[in-house]
């Protein structure tokens, strides 16, 4: 289970990807997991969309391909806001004959569109659910180093973590941040709480500014001055761009695993090159045993 990695003293490194788009195809992702599986991640999780996926190609299949063919741990995401309980048990037993055992247990994003169904009104009521009904499913859960946007305060948002934890989520991956500081911050508060299960750090290297620039958006995330002058010099250039991205996040992820963050979680965006220049550049800090500050 996912949770006990976590207890081998070294900081837990793991990937994610997503299933391709409706109009993708399945060769896309094996070409994605071909490039990534000998980097040796601890996990890859893989994303749950509500726009569909390409045939053959949906989170259960890719995720029970991972596990089979690239024998590599797995934890695949699951949103509940759109969803029944009949949808939850339907998508678990698929889950189940993926032999995926780890879920992500999310809420999901409110369409305007879509009225959200009443069963599961946040990601704490899905954690219950499973842990209630599916005792041998290790379930993690998402959290948000500055909050999440529909939170009035960050001490809010961190009361809420606390029900998802006490519902029974064992380990949280966050959203992805560019100042380390504000993760630090983060966590002070959070162990404060009482909240004590591992949290892998969300590291999205910005590769390409536009799609940074609609991610942060959406989320919300602060930009030191630092990460605002590399988007303004390097943003119409491509190459430039992809190489500073990485750098900056190659420094991120050496100064958590200093910090003794328990683990980096990187959104691959499906960049096998990307995730291989960083990863090799921090395997040897990752590894190390020694011991954390
Ligand atoms: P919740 O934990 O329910 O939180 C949502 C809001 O409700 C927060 O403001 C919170 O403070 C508040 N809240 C939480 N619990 C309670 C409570 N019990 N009572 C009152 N208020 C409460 N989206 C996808 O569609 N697919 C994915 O695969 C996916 N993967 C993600 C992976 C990570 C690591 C992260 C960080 C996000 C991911 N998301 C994904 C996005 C996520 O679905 C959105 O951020 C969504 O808006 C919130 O999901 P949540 O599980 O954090 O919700």
Redesign the pocket.
């Known amino acids: 289970m996912i949770p006990e990695l976590f207890k081998n003293g070294k900081t837990v490194f793991s990937f994610e990807i997503f299933p391709p788009k409706k109009d993708g195809s399945i060769e896309s992702i094996y070409k994605t997991l071909d490039g990534l599986s000998d980097l040796h991640p601890d996990f890859i999780s893989v994303?749950?969309?509500?726009g569909g996926s390409a045939a053959g190609a949906s989170t259960h299949e890719i995720a029970g391909i991972i596990k089979k063919k690239y024998r590599t741990r797995c934890i695949a995401?699951l949103?509940c806001v759109n969803s029944t309980k009949e949808d939850i048990d339907r998508a678990i037993e698929e889950f189940r004959q993926s032999n995926v055992k780890n879920i992500?247990?999310?809420?999901?994003?409110i369409n305007p569109d879509i009225e959200p169904k009443k069963d599961f009104p946040?990601?704490?009521d899905l954690i219950s659910y499973i842990k209630s009904h599916s005792s041998d499913i290790s379930v993690s859960?998402?959290?948000?180093p500055e909050g999440?946007v529909?939170?009035d305060s960050l001490e809010?948002?961190i009361e809420?973590l606390k029900?998802?934890v006490d519902a029974g989520a064992e380990h949280l991956?966050?959203?992805l941040f560019f100042d380390n500081g504000a993760f630090y911050s983060f966590l002070d508060k959070v162990r404060a709480k009482g909240i004590n299960v591992p949290i892998e750090a969300?590291i999205m290297p910005c590769v390409n500014a536009n799609q940074i620039r609609r991610m942060i958006a959406l989320c919300g995330a602060s930009l030191p001055e630092k990460f605002t002058k590399l988007i303004a010099r390097y943003g119409d250039d491509a190459e430039a761009m992809r190489d500073a991205g990485i750098a900056y996040a190659i420094d991120q992820i050496i100064d958590l695993a200093a910090n003794g963050v328990d683990g980096i979680?990187l959104y691959t965006m499906n960049n096998p090159y990307v995730a291989r220049k960083i990863s090799e550049s921090v395997s040897s800090v990752l590894n190390s045993n020694t011991e954390k500050v």
């Open positions: 994303t749950y969309g509500a995401h949103t992500l247990a999310l809420r999901g994003d946040h990601a704490s859960g998402a959290c948000y999440h529909e939170s809010e948002d809420n029900i998802k991956i966050s959203q969300g979680h």
